[in-house]
């Protein structure tokens, strides 16, 4: 199969275009590691869903439920462990933040599981059904959430080893997106190998080209969908956590606010496709941090703009998974 | 007398006839039988909600897709009343005009979404519709020069609405007559090629139905529905703010008032805007009685607490898509069959 590479050329003129118009090197080194932060944290939270789109055509509206839950989670052990993420040694901080996530994952993957068995199964091939019963479920964890964790926003301070910037030249660059980037590239990678290098990973993009042909040699494509969806989930607990951690506070609207950039990168990304997926959201990040600096009033469309331009180009996102 | 006027579209239910009776008589006779400036809240708010689930229903209920920009065509409607009669001074002509804009640029917006994206797939409509009302929502409150912000705009209207009594009449005879301009939508050979489009849109097309003209023009309707129902909000309220008519969680009320009450029939949304308003005005007295009964449980009182109404009709909401999805209307029809 021939190579895309016209999304990634629209990714390095983005890039190296904003640079004259940014006009200072250390401005542009900032915003450009700001916006890979961004896009690749987006990029955590969309691919779940997007993968549980292309596998099993189910798009969760609750989908930013799981983000809200897996940063309520890490945003409670990160209080409980307060000590170790204020500490100034590295390792304890690590210890703590990587206690954050696990609960975030766990706590995101277990809903997700339960979203599968009792919220979704019963409405698999049914679009408009699929919208009203995952909204119904999205109205019911965020209320849940209030009732565990009360209304309020609750602030969250970042553990110590990961304030700061650290300072090249007249580029500062903050420790928490360098931590950022590392890790949604790391995800990227692992992510890539999983789906193009293992016997799981050509099962379930197989399901993606067509589910039917899969169930009739002999695969169980539905366990398939359980442990995507679960996965999907624990991801988008994971990059709640992340988010949070960004933000340094959560709030009960925060996985409403954060879905709809994520439907924007899906949409850009085209349904179903991961690397459409990577690349939509490294374009939203770069944009808005971009435009937020250059044109502040514009900042908050600017993913809504792109959104129309890419769809007047390519009509079904910019990889679209062939249906 | 009543056929024509229903459009020919009776209830078909005796105990929900005398429901529908029973909630228009009391909208009539609110400000004798129950008076106090809240009870008349109430009754103005389920009157123009009435009117903003039934558009609503047009979309999902008939023409089987979901939208999420109808918050923004009923914010449209309220800023349009909003920014005109705070511009152009209290007159009856700045709110004909401002009424008359604010349906050009919902009918416009609803086009340009629909040509977008309701030529690909239900899902994808969707979300487009989700992405351009939370940029809606971020206009509003970021063009503080022009909207108020977060704040919004409170104005005065003209010397003859001023009497609460006569805005009162005003809003419930409007909403009488969309309410009743929508049943002869749906019951129009319109209504009934949207019908088809939902059950089977392959078929419908394949009869030479263009699917995507009328999804669009139902689209259109619908969007100018809601953006009538925020020029009555906002005649109602004399105020217009983000919150009162854009945020998402009226978007998640009109859901469940919709779902509720029934899909597919415009009388559910009369029934579910009804319960639904009323619900979210005194659940919360009967549920702090509750909560206060079973204080000493563990965990109990924080899920009957006053604010967690929601919750509880969420859940309603899920068991209503999975074993009602007809709602309350559909029971009741079903039981004299």
């Not at chain 1, 190296?16 to 006009?23: E, F, I, N, S, T």
């Not at chain 1, 399901?207 to 995507?228: D, I, K, P, Q, T």
Request: with cysteine; net charge positive; aromatic share 10%.
């Amino acid at each position: 199969m021939k190579r895309d590479w016209l999304p990634l050329a629209l990714l390095a003129v983005l890039i190296l275009g904003a640079l004259p118009l940014v006009a200072s090197l250390p401005i542009w080194i900032t915003l450009t590691v700001a916006g890979l932060a961004m896009g690749l944290m987006i990029f955590m939270m969309a691919s779940g869903l997007t993968l549980v789109f292309g596998l099993m055509d189910v798009m969760n509206f609750a989908h930013g439920v799981f983000i809200s839950v897996g940063a309520y989670a890490a945003a409670s052990v990160l209080l409980a462990l307060k000590g170790q993420a204020q500490a100034p040694g590295l390792a304890a901080n690590l210890a703590a933040i990587g206690a954050a996530v696990l609960a975030a994952i766990a706590l995101a993957a277990a809903l997700g599981w339960f979203f599968e068995r009792v919220v979704i199964r019963p409405v698999y091939g049914d679009h408009l059904r699929q919208i009203l019963v995952t909204m119904g479920g999205l109205i019911v964890v965020e209320q849940l959430i209030i009732v565990f964790w009360g209304p309020d926003l609750i602030s969250l301070p970042r553990p110590t080893a990961l304030t700061g910037s650290f300072i090249f030249g007249d580029a500062a660059i903050e420790r928490y997106r360098v931590l950022a980037v590392a890790a949604g590239l790391a995800l990227f990678g692992a992510m890539w190998l999983l789906l193009n290098r293992t016997r799981i990973g050509l099962l379930v993009r197989a399901g993606v080209e067509n589910a039917e042909m899969v169930e009739a040699l002999g695969y169980r494509v539905r366990r398939l969908f359980v442990g995507v969806f679960v996965v999907g989930s624990a991801l988008a607990g994971l990059g709640g956590a992340m988010w949070a951690m960004y933000q340094e506070s959560v709030n009960v609207q925060m996985g409403m606010q954060v879905l709809v950039m994520i439907f924007i990168v899906v949409i850009i990304g085209g349904l179903g496709s991961v690397g459409g997926c990577f690349v939509g959201a490294l374009l939203v990040g770069l944009m808005a941090n971009y435009t937020g600096f250059l044109a502040p009033k514009l900042a908050l469309g600017s993913n809504i703009l792109l959104m129309v331009l890419v769809l007047l180009w390519r009509p079904r996102g910019l990889y679209p998974v062939a249906k | 007398m009543m056929r024509p006027l229903l459009s020919g579209d009776l209830p078909r239910s005796r105990a929900l006839a005398a429901a529908l009776a029973l909630v228009l008589a009391a909208l009539i006779l609110a400000p004798f039988i129950f008076p106090g400036t809240r009870s008349l809240d109430v009754a103005a708010k389920i009157a123009v909600f009435v009117v903003l689930a039934a558009s609503y229903d047009l979309l999902l209920g008939y023409t089987g897709v979901v939208s999420f920009a109808h918050t923004m065509f009923f914010g449209i409607g309220g800023y349009g009343v909003g920014l005109a009669a705070a511009n152009w001074g209290p007159g009856w002509g700045s709110l004909a005009a401002g009424s008359a804009l604010a349906l050009l640029l919902s009918a416009a917006v609803a086009v340009a979404v629909g040509l977008l994206s309701l030529r690909v797939r239900a899902i994808f409509f969707a979300m487009i519709t989700l992405a351009v009302a939370a940029f809606f929502q971020i206009l509003a409150s970021q063009l503080s020069w022009l909207t108020g912000g977060e704040d919004g705009i409170n104005f005065s209207l003209p010397r003859l609405l001023h009497p609460r009594l006569a805005s009162y009449y005003l809003v419930l005879a409007a909403s009488t007559m969309l309410f009743l301009a929508l049943l002869r939508i749906v019951n129009s050979p319109f209504g009934r090629v949207l019908l088809s489009i939902r059950e089977n849109e392959f078929r419908a097309e394949a009869l030479g139905t263009r699917t995507v003209v009328y999804r669009t023009v139902a689209n259109c309707i619908g969007a100018l529905g809601a953006t009538a129902a925020g020029l009555l909000y906002a005649v109602w309220l004399r105020y217009t703010g983000p919150a009162a008519t854009l945020s998402f969680d009226i978007m998640v009320d009109i859901l469940l008032m919709v779902v509720i009450g029934g899909m597919g029939t415009m009388y559910g949304s009369v029934l579910g805007a009804t319960i639904f308003v009323l619900a979210q005005s005194y659940l919360r007295d009967l549920m702090k009685v509750a909560s206060g009964a079973v204080s000493g449980v563990p965990l109990l009182p924080d899920l009957l607490h006053p604010d967690r109404w929601l919750l509880w009709l969420g859940v309603l909401f899920v068991l209503c898509v999975y074993y009602f999805p007809t709602g309350i209307v559909g029971r009741l029809r079903a039981r004299r069959a």
